[in-house]
Structures are given as structure tokens and as C-alpha cells.
């Protein structure tokens, strides 16, 4: 008997359903850093502003890389319904603490998912997610280091001035 | 099982079966053939997919402990397909342990595909 699941289809319906709920979790993060850029932006941190819009279209990069690649292998991609997102702040600092979070979650998984991806031996997917783990090194080391900024320049004074203006300017180059 | 007779001479593959019911795979279409509530439908590949998320999403607990006056019936459309299902709730449990089973049974074939047929000897 043919195996037309396997035919029609290179992902398991765990997989698929995994990745799925993931481009969930990406337009979720990116819709977040866009209320994130509005709330900077209200209140004067511009240069944060524009790092979260840049941050918000990242998100929405990834998002796509997933859901293409649902439909390139034969699998149901669906947009996701986005709701839940907040959309004030106590604090400036408090913005940068829940972008790291939002970071860790996304890591957590992406591993997740590889961690399905071993057990079913699904080395297809697991070259695919190789790009996602090397670029959340990035997003983890950026946002780490602009809540590090904090501590490092303090918030008194132009304390706050100095973090937004130096926030713009975080890069992650190592090769490694 | 109705007293529905398939045709030998045709490729067909029965995938597996319960007292209510069974579910052929035909290689030549590439598509299963459902022998479900009365009639034998045809589904291809995203359509049997539609229907198995149809089927597992229907909350059958809730269904049997709600206390709402209403009649025990499901209507199953599937977007883009020929067939719709009018079931009672007895033949959803019985039309959700037919897909079940299928589905282990085309996991199962995907596995001996693996193991004996893509294999170079």
C-alpha cells in the first residue's frame, strides 16, 4: 500500500502542528515589540522606538520562514489570530525585561521543537531550525545587553537619555 | 457495515475497519474511500485531513454531560468537499474510532514503507 501521507506530506502531524503553534508565537512576539516601539515612542525614548519596530519586523521575518516552510513541505501553514498584547508600561527598564523574556520564550521553543525533531529523527527540520537557534543568540545577547545598560549607565540624571541613545547602537558580530 | 460491495477488480486496500464502518485506500487515486453512516464517500488527501480535525474536535464529554435540550446532532462540513456528515453521538465515537485506528494503521504502513520498502537490497 502507498504511503501517501508520507508522499503528500515530509511533516508529521507533530511537527507540523509544533511549528504551527510557533508562527503563532512569532506574530505574537512581533506584534508585542510593536507595542513596545508605541509605548517608547509615547514617551520619548525614539532611538528605543525604532529598535523595537526593527525588532517587530524580525519577528515577523521569522514568522514568514516558518510558515513558508510548512507550506514548501507539503504541510497546513495557518495564520494565526493574535490577541493579548499588552500594550502599557510601568517602567522604561520594565520594557527591556519583557523583551528578554519574550527572547527566552522563543528560544525555549524553537529547543522544543528540535527536541521533537530528534525523537522522530527529522533531520530536514532540524537543518531548517539550525538558522533560528544561531539568530536567537543574536536577539538573546542584544536584548540582554540593553537591559545590561541599565545597570551600567544607571538610570539618574540623563541616566535614561544615555540608555536610549546607546540602545540603536547594540550589534552582535561574532562569527562563531 | 452496510451491504456495500466493492469491486475487487478495483485498487483498493482496506485500511482498517470496526463494526460501524471501514476505510479503504485506493493507490490509483491516491485518496481513501470512507464506508461510514449509509454511504461510501471519497476523500483525498487535505480533505481526510479536514475531517480528522473536524471529528477530534468535537468535544464528545461535553456533549454527553451538557444538559441542553437539544437533539445529539452533529453536522460534519468539510470546507470544499463533496460530503457532509449528520451524525448522532454514538456515531461520532464511532466515526472517531475509525479515523483513530486508520491513522495508526497509515502510520504503521509509513513505518513498513521505511523499514522494508525504501531499502536497497
Known amino acids: 500500500m502507498k504511503d501517501i501521507m508520507r508522499v503528500k506530506c515530509l511533516l ?43 525588532q517587530a519586523e524580525e519577528e515577523r521575518v521569522h514568522q514568514l520562514k516558518f510558515f ?33 523574556d519574550q527572547e527566552i520564550s522563543v528560544t525555549q521553543s524553537i529547543k522544543n521543537i528540535a527536541a521533537r525533531c530528534y525523537k522522530e529523527q527529522d533531520f530536514v527540520t532540524i537543518e531548517f531550525l539550525n538558522w533560528f537557534f544561531k539568530e536567537q543568540r543574536e536577539e538573546e545577547y542584544k536584548a540582554r545587553r540593553a537591559l545590561e545598560l541599565f545597570d551600567v549607565i544607571g538610570e539618574e540624571g540623563t541616566g535614561r537619555w544615555q540608555i536610549d541613545k546607546h540602545v540603536g547602537q547594540i550589534t552582535y558580530d561574532s562569527e562563531a | 457495515m452496510q451491504n456495500l460491495t466493492i469491486r ?12 460501524h464502518g471501514a476505510i479503504y485506500q485506493s493507490d490509483a487515486e491516491n485518496c481513501w474511500y470512507i464506508d461510514f453512516a449509509g454511504k461510501l464517500a471519497r476523500f483525498d488527501y487535505r480533505n481526510i485531513l479536514k475531517l480528522k480535525k473536524a471529528v477530534y474536535q468535537i468535544d464528545i464529554e461535553d456533549l454527553l454531560l451538557n444538559s441542553v435540550k437539544g437533539p445529539d446532532l452533529e453536522i460534519l462540513f468539510i470546507c470544499a468537499c463533496d460530503h457532509c456528515y449528520v451524525l448522532s453521538l454514538i456515531q461520532i465515537v464511532a466515526l472517531k474510532e475509525l479515523l483513530q485506528g486508520t491513522f495508526v494503521m497509515l502510520e504503521l504502513n509509513h513505518i513498513i514503507q521505511d523499514r522494508l520498502c525504501r531499502l536497497i537490497g
Not at chain 1, 507595542?35 to 526593527?54: E, L, P
Not at chain 1, 489570530?81 to 525585561?97: D, L, M, W
Open chain 1, 12 to 54: 508529521s502531524a507533530d511537527v507540523e502542528a509544533l511549528i504551527n503553534q510557533q508562527i503563532k508565537k512569532e506574530a505574537h512576539s512581533s506584534a508585542i515589540y510593536l507595542s513596545m516601539a508605541s509605548w517608547c515612542n509615547r514617551n520619548g525614548y525614539d532611538f528605543s522606538g525604532d529598535y523595537f519596530f526593527k
Open chain 2, 8 to 19: 475487487t477488480t478495483v485498487d483498493f486496500n482496506e485500511v482498517f475497519s470496526t463494526k
Open chain 1, 68 to 100: 513558508k516552510y510548512v507550506l514548501d513541505m507539503g504541510g497546513n501553514a495557518i495564520s494565526p489570530e493574535i490577541t493579548n498584547v499588552k500594550a502599557e508600561y510601568n517602567s522604561f527598564r520594565e520594557v527591556f525585561e519583557e523583551a528578554l
